[in-house]
């Protein structure tokens, strides 16, 4: 199962009295597990970014000038999300000004499954706070490079919260190959190593250990050990 974890940044909260999005950052899971690959990119825009959003994300448009516009992003975005289930937290907003930048370039607006992790986490953790922030914090997710909103860093701290709100982090049981069905080569940093540590008991613990097993009357695996003699 392939989801997309969306975020943006803007110039703005208002969409509809001209605001425009800045920045698009996505993180690609399968079965709610990040393969390693995302998307980001910035959009040079004919907008005045607020000082209010600037404080916010520390994006300017003197960094804006050197970026594509959101046209010229638009293909690899549908490409990236195609027709599969968007993570999104307070996906009104995000949606709404993804969907007004669709408009303005003549393209149909989104039609993707949304998963509201605003709604989710309410839902599941019985709490009305659920901005991102206090549910990192809530699921011990560290927040140190967090000085900043940024839509790409955003999306990976929304990946952690999203996989937490839906049972914690567990290996894959499916043994999914990413590199052969994404082709991407950043995919082999989600693969873990798991370290076992053997155990040597000492004389004294072993001999305890025969004594407590023969206190043991009838113990079920005398009759499997008969069966086999």
Not at 117 to 142: M, P, Q, S
Request: net charge positive; with cysteine; aromatic share 8%.
């Amino acid at each position: 199962m392939r989801e997309i974890v969306l975020d943006t940044e803007t110039t703005g909260l208002n969409f509809d009295q001209g605001d425009r999005i800045i920045e698009v950052g996505c993180v690609e899971l399968y079965n709610h597990i990040p393969t390693g690959k995302t998307l980001q990119f910035f959009c040079n825009v004919q907008k005045k970014i607020s000082e209010e959003a600037s404080k916010i994300h520390g994006i300017t448009n003197d960094f804006l000038s050197s970026h594509q516009t959101f046209k010229e992003n638009a293909n690899n975005l549908i490409n990236f999300l195609k027709n599969d289930t968007l993570v999104i937290h307070n996906a009104s907003f995000d949606i709404g000004f993804i969907n007004n930048e669709l408009k303005i370039i003549g393209l149909p607006e989104l039609k993707n499954k949304i998963i509201d992790t605003v709604f989710l986490a309410r839902k599941k953790l019985n709490t009305r706070i659920a901005n991102l922030d206090y549910l990192c914090r809530r699921f011990e997710i560290d927040l140190s490079e967090r000085k900043l909103h940024g839509a790409l860093l955003d999306s990976h701290l929304l990946a952690e919260v999203y996989l937490e709100l839906n049972g914690g982090k567990q290996i894959s049981m499916e043994l999914y190959d990413t590199d052969k069905k994404t082709g991407n080569k950043e995919t082999n940093k989600t693969k873990k190593s798991h370290k076992f540590i053997k155990i040597q008991l000492n004389q004294e613990e072993l001999l305890r250990h025969k004594l407590n097993l023969k206190q043991i009357k009838n113990p079920l695996w005398e009759k499997f050990t008969t069966k086999n003699n």
